[in-house]
């Protein structure tokens, strides 16, 4: 049985990564995180930091420095979520959103680490491609 229960992020300061994500999710820091390991749990599965000492950032789209994951998250309102994001730290890379309002924008967080806010919800993934919901 394979069960996935963690996914780790390396970072040089785990109390401060967890703390973005902590607002970017609304989740709260895990109890006895600390300078070594901190993390959100989601269910079954935590968002985990660990400090590296010599931790290099993804230079996203750059691939000599990889980015290596990254993660989505869905939202139903993508400017609101933005807006928030964005004064939480992260910066906005590349935009995505097509003409009917569906798609991803991709951010990094304060230290690299690329992730997408998706407007997908009602979409149809096919082999030939999404197909996306009409505008009412």
């Not at 785990?14 to 973005?20: C, D, E, G, I, P």
């Not at 600390?34 to 660990?50: C, K, S, T």
């Not at 993660?71 to 993508?78: A, G, K, R």
């Not at 964005?86 to 991803?104: C, K, S, V």
Request: aromatic fraction near 12%; proline fraction near 7%; glycine fraction near 10%.
């Amino acid at each position: 049985m394979l069960r996935l229960t963690d996914f780790i992020i390396d970072c040089p300061d785990t109390m401060k990564l967890a703390a973005f994500y902590s607002e970017v999710t609304g989740r709260p820091i895990k109890d006895g995180s600390h300078g070594d390991w901190a993390g959100i749990r989601f269910g079954e599965i935590e968002l985990a930091f660990i400090r590296v000492d010599d931790y290099r950032a993804p230079q996203w789209p750059d691939t000599e420095h990889p980015k290596q994951f990254h993660l989505d998250f869905e939202v139903d309102d993508i400017e609101s979520e933005q807006r928030r994001i964005l004064d939480l730290g992260a910066t906005l890379r590349q935009d995505f959103i097509g003409p009917e309002g569906y798609g991803w924008r991709i951010y990094t967080d304060p230290i690299g680490h690329p992730f997408c806010l998706c407007r997908n919800k009602g979409v149809t993934w096919t082999d030939e491609g999404p197909v996306w919901p009409k505008r009412g």
